[in-house]
């Protein structure tokens, strides 16, 4: 019986680890670079899905940003890992029918748990300040 070459061997590892390496590239671009991509129209689906929830209530949209994702009421809540759906959260300035201005944050979980597939309208939830 004739032992495999130490030459086949090398081939076939490394045939190996270069199918990791492409695996971990497409799951990179797919994963962490697809929000990057679609940043711009996320973005814009993430507005408008506030603005029609500030319509519903009978808000007026004073102002929205990113909130600091260490720093809202929803840390911990949402994200990559760990089993939590990836999310958003924007820090919002409203007034109300009373003429109150409102400041508070809203979270919007993600469609997608691995491929960010947009933002579920449904899963919005909002925290106020006062």
Known sequence: MDATPFWLLGACFAFVLLGLVV???FWFLL?????KVAGAALN??????????????GYELLGLREADARDN?????????????????MRVKIRDRDDRVRRGWILLLARGAVVYLGYDPGTLEVEWED
Do not use: L, M
Request: no cysteine; glycine share 16%; proline share 5%.
């Open 23 to 25: 695996v971990a590239a």
């Open 31 to 35: 994963v962490r670079g697809s929000r």
């Open 44 to 57: 814009a689906q993430v507005e408008e899905t506030i603005e029609d929830w500030a319509e519903d209530h």
């Open 73 to 89: 009421p929803f840390t911990g809540r949402y994200g990559n890992w760990g089993g939590k759906r990836p999310g958003i959260v």
